[in-house]
């Protein structure tokens, strides 16, 4: 098998979001909001999302500005996990 058959791996896929809950056992839950154009009256909307992430050491907090990146399932709703920590809540 050479490198050059093999196909490379898909890229993950990267978000950035707040904590909005970590009320669970080394599971967070971060609230991307994505902001697009609406085709027939070009007004920018704003739509939130809710993520399941994983958050080994159980460090973060709501308010907590997050970088988060796709991994394989880690349980029935956790298909994410922690990046890192862009900012801390005040």
Do not use: C, F
């Not at 990267?14 to 599971?27: H, I, P, Q, Y």
């Not at 070009?42 to 907090?61: F, S, W």
């Not at 994410?80 to 862009?86: A, G, M």
């Amino acid at each position: 098998m050479t490198t050059e058959t093999t196909e490379a791996r898909p890229r993950r896929k990267v978000r950035e979001g707040n904590v909005v809950a970590n009320k669970m056992d080394k599971t967070v839950v971060v609230e991307v909001t994505r902001r697009s154009r609406h085709p027939q009256y070009n007004k920018t909307v704003q739509t939130h999302k809710r993520y399941y992430v994983h958050d080994e050491e159980n460090t973060l907090n709501p308010g907590d500005r997050v970088r988060i990146v796709e991994t394989k399932p880690l349980s029935k709703l956790k298909r994410w996990r922690l990046l890192e920590i862009l900012e801390r809540a005040r």
